[in-house]
């Protein structure tokens, strides 16, 4: 059980680590809003026009993307440095991988996501 006590108290600090701030800082934090505070705020300079501004969908898709290779990268560089002692299995395992992000790949071109229009 003692294992398992350490396990859980982990968890809890865990869970607790990011909630307390989230709770305790509107307790804390000053009240003061004067019309000053309330105007959007944009390097120094007073905004003008519309605030909010709609970015192209392309942006993202693309994001998105680089992720995916992103996370590959993460994912086959232990594998590479590693592989004379992983054996064959590993190697099935790392092309069902591959092969998993290469249609992830199709779709994402086949979408468009990584043509600029």
Not at 1 to 15: E, Q, T
Not at 56 to 64: D, N, Q, R, W
């Amino acid at each position: 059980m003692d294992g398992f006590a350490s396990l859980g108290i982990m968890f809890v600090l865990a869970f607790a680590f990011p909630v307390f701030p989230l709770i305790v800082a509107p307790i804390l934090q000053p009240r003061q809003p004067t019309g000053e505070k309330r105007i959007p705020y944009e390097c120094g300079v007073d905004t003008i026009g519309k605030t909010k501004v709609r970015f192209h969908i392309g942006y993202f898709m693309y994001a998105l993307v680089f992720l995916l290779f992103d996370v590959e990268t993460i994912f086959l560089y232990p594998w590479a440095v590693k592989y004379g002692q992983l054996g064959l299995f590993a190697l099935c395992e790392m092309l069902v991988f591959v092969g998993i992000l290469a249609i992830g790949l199709w779709y994402a071109w086949k979408k468009g996501a990584l043509s600029w229009k």
